[in-house]
């Protein structure tokens, strides 16, 4: 089992940054990939990034890509979101996701989100 706890959600104003983090406990020796997603009210969750824990290799949803960044700390075991000029339609629930492989496939772990809400 992985066990993920986020922090750093919170309120802020359009234009402004938070940064999230994601701390990973458990079986996470064969974690092989970390990011966020995110869930606005009546939407479906959505990928936000997510980054290779071996290599580093980073993937972002269009609408995010120059303004949100992932990055990895895997000495604390650790993934950060560093959000900036924050907009009004970043509200949302955002969630951390831990894919694990195990018996050749992966399996999805996730945290108990944490809300972030921009205000306009």
């Known amino acids: 089992q992985v066990q ?3 922090s750093g959600g919170g309120l802020v104003q359009a234009g402004g940054s938070l940064r999230l983090s994601c701390a990973a406990s458990g ?6 990939y970390m990011g ?6 009546g939407k ?3 990928l936000v990034a997510h980054i290779s824990t071996s290599d ?3 993937n972002y949803a269009d609408s995010m890509k120059g303004r949100f960044t ?4 895997n000495a604390k075991n650790t993934v950060y979101l560093q959000m900036n000029s924050l907009k ?9 996701n831990a894919q694990r492989l195990q018996f050749l ?3 999805d772990y996730w945290g108990q989100g944490t809300q972030v809400t921009v205000s306009s």
Request: hydrophobic share 25%; with cysteine.
């Open 88 to 96: 009004p339609e970043d509200t949302g629930v955002y969630y951390c």
């Open 36 to 41: 966020w997603y995110r869930q606005a009210p």
């Open 4 to 6: 993920l706890v986020e």
């Open 27 to 32: 079986s996470i020796v064969s974690v092989k």
């Open 70 to 73: 992932i990055s990895r700390d």
């Open 44 to 46: 479906q969750r959505e």
């Open 56 to 58: 580093g290799d980073t």
């Open 105 to 107: 496939r992966l399996y």
